[in-house]
Nanobody
Framework: QVQLVESGGGLVQAGGSLRLSCAAS????????MGWYRQGPGKQRESVAS???????KYADSVKGRFTISRDNAKNTVYLQMNSLKSEDTAVYYC???????????????WGQGTQVTVSS
């Protein structure tokens, strides 16, 4: 069993910063890509940022230059540093990871429970 647990969401004023964390735990053999998605009110879930096990990074155009994704492979943890937050960043943020569990032959996508980020203008 693999779990992803997020932390770090909250309420912040526009222009402020927040740092999200997501720790994977359980019977983990290896983790491929890890990333963050978000779903705003009345919107579809969208990819925000992703990072491979080798460190290759992708960002959504809307967050480039403001958000930074990183990971600590020793801790099976991915982070999202969010700066210069805007009201349109308000959403539930979900962590995602492609995890090869112990004894498994392939990676399976796991999701965190989500953490609310609210940016007040």
């Amino acid at each position: 069993q693999v779990q992803l647990v997020e932390s770090g969401g909250g309420l912040v004023q526009a222009g402020g910063s927040l740092r999200l964390s997501c720790a994977a735990s359980g019977s983990i053999f290896s983790i491929n890509a890890m990333g963050w998605y978000r779903q705003g009110p009345g919107k579809q879930r969208e990819s925000v940022a992703s990072i491979t096990s080798g460190g290759s990074i992708k960002y959504a155009d809307s967050v480039k230059g403001r958000f930074t994704i990183s990971r600590d492979n020793a801790k099976n943890t991915v982070y999202l540093q969010m700066n210069s937050l805007k009201s349109e960043d308000t959403a539930v943020y979900y962590c995602n990871a492609g995890v090869v569990a112990v004894g498994a032959y392939y990676a399976y996508d796991y999701w965190g429970q989500g953490t609310q980020v609210t940016v007040s203008s």
